[in-house]
């Protein structure tokens, strides 16, 4: 094991594939290799061209959601005492101003630079290893709780400074009530956290409120809050490094901002929030013990696209979210087999598809791959420019129920904000990026703005929009 920080350099990873040991354990094992020119073209001849988007109506407004985390250990002497520091950017692009300004494929790369500068991000910082909150907390575990729930709850998080209601944990709310199964409520003001996270007390089914009060287990009296409920909580060590934790708490913050700002503008203005679309850079699936999230996101999604549609009467499309993907076994599968799609082409990976190349010898998921993990269909998609991209767009149905899902997920025509997808990516591709897009980029002082929750940039949106209409 190499000290830390010590680097482990390219001429030890080259003997180490070069020992005949490893050639020998490799032998025995199944993993992904490099396809034969035959192979090649029977994985990529499922692809089909895709729908026709030139004729489609870019949103005024894209959203695009973008985070990092880093563990740390603070002081060089105390390696295993650690925090962790979360960082979510959002940018928010005017696609008007946004088309006045691109010439031809050229983006600035200092423009770009300048709208990666997080400095507008929202910070989260969380006690990993061996660090505690000051007071009654004596346990990472506890503290850790604490400093979520304050983190969803603060000001930060708001549309309004002063109104509790528009923090991230009333989204929370807003979700998790609609829990399908005897764990949701029904009210958005109430939800269950699975269990007492006391070990010695474990009560199950606690129900707690959207107050500002702190809120206390009935048997065991020690204090609950609402963000138990994401279970987080559980794969917190005490003592060792928590990066999976905070990779963790990254993902389910990435996954609930785009739902905090649909939330807020179909409180505030529908048609602001047709008009507007989501990006993500991870697939559109929830891993680990939030992953109970996803259920509640798809039948949100499906309220909110029932009120979109009945309102607006106007061919409105069902809210996009598009959960792009830059690495993963998806990205690694496309490296290679992309020189056998041509352009123009996509495919919408399906179950047999992915177990058989993707993911050859894991076991099939009961009830269809990530059904207890996924809202959203990965696609892979080469552009007419001839680059290939991995992005997911939510399931168009309100629960995963239907007996007939596994083969309605697959069919292109039952997305109909696909060619809107697709269209923007076309639109957003860039040289700059290698499989990445641009829409975190698109960068420009003049078409981006950086905001976090409770700026006012979004108010700005709102009023822009009521006085337009
Ligand atoms: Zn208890």
Redesign the pocket.
């Known amino acids: 094991m190499p000290y830390q920080g010590e680097l482990a350099n390219k001429a030890s990873h080259f003997d180490i594939i070069q020992d005949p040991e490893v050639q020998q354990f490799l032998d025995q094992c199944k993993y992904i290799q490099e396809p034969s020119e035959e192979e090649g073209r029977k994985m990529t001849s499922g692809f089909v061209t895709p729908p026709n988007f030139d004729k489609i109506k870019f949103p005024d407004t894209v959203i695009a959601i973008d985070g990092s985390f880093y563990t740390s250990n603070f002081s060089e002497n105390l390696p295993a005492t650690e925090i962790g520091y979360i960082k979510i950017g959002s940018v928010l692009i005017d696609m008007n101003q946004f088309d006045g300004l691109k010439v031809g494929k050229y983006v600035d790369p200092f423009k770009v630079a300048k709208l990666l500068d997080r400095s507008n991000a929202l910070k989260f910082i969380l006690p990993s290893s061996n660090v505690y909150l000051k007071g009654k907390k004596t346990t990472v575990i506890d503290s850790f709780r604490a400093a979520v729930d304050g983190h969803l709850y603060s000001q930060k998080t708001r549309f309004d400074q002063n109104n509790p209601k528009t923090s991230l944990r009333t989204t929370l709310f807003h979700l998790a009530s609609r829990r399908p199964s005897d764990m949701g409520t029904g009210e958005v003001n109430k939800l269950k956290i699975h269990k007492?996270p006391?070990p010695n007390?474990q009560?199950k089914h606690l129900e707690v409120f959207d107050t500002p009060e702190q809120q206390y287990?009935p048997?065991?009296n020690?204090e609950i809050y609402p963000s138990d409920c994401l279970r987080l909580w559980e794969e917190v060590n005490e003592f060792q490094s928590n990066q999976q934790v905070m990779g963790r708490f990254m993902q389910a913050i990435e996954h609930l901002l785009p739902m905090h700002y649909i939330r807020y503008l179909s409180e505030n203005s529908l048609d602001s929030l047709a008009a507007t679309a989501f990006f993500i850079d991870r697939p559109l699936g929830i891993f680990g013990t939030a992953a109970w999230l996803h259920k509640s996101i798809l039948r949100y999604l499906a309220e909110i696209n029932d009120r979109l549609g009945g309102l607006l009467q106007k061919n409105q499309s069902p809210i996009l979210i598009i959960g792009l993907q830059k690495t993963g076994q998806i990205v690694d599968y496309v490296g290679l087999i992309d020189r056998f799609i041509k352009p123009n082409r996509i495919l919408a990976i399906d179950d047999d598809y992915r177990y058989s190349y993707i993911v050859p010898g894991r076991k099939p998921a009961e009830g269809g791959f990530g059904n207890e993990t996924y809202y959203g269909q990965d696609f892979i998609y080469k552009t007419p420019n001839n680059r290939t991209f991995v992005l997911a767009i939510p399931y168009p149905f309100a629960s995963k129920d239907s007996a007939n899902f596994v083969k309605e997920k697959i069919k292109l025509n039952n997305y109909q904000n696909l060619p809107l997808a697709l269209g923007l990516i076309h639109k957003f591709e860039c040289d700059l990026y290698e499989n990445a897009i641009i829409p975190i980029a698109l960068a420009n002082e003049h078409t981006a703005i950086s905001l976090v929750p409770g700026g006012t940039v979004l108010n700005i949106l709102t009023l822009d929009k009521l006085k337009n209409n």
């Open positions: 007492c006391n007390c009560e287990c048997r065991c020690i």
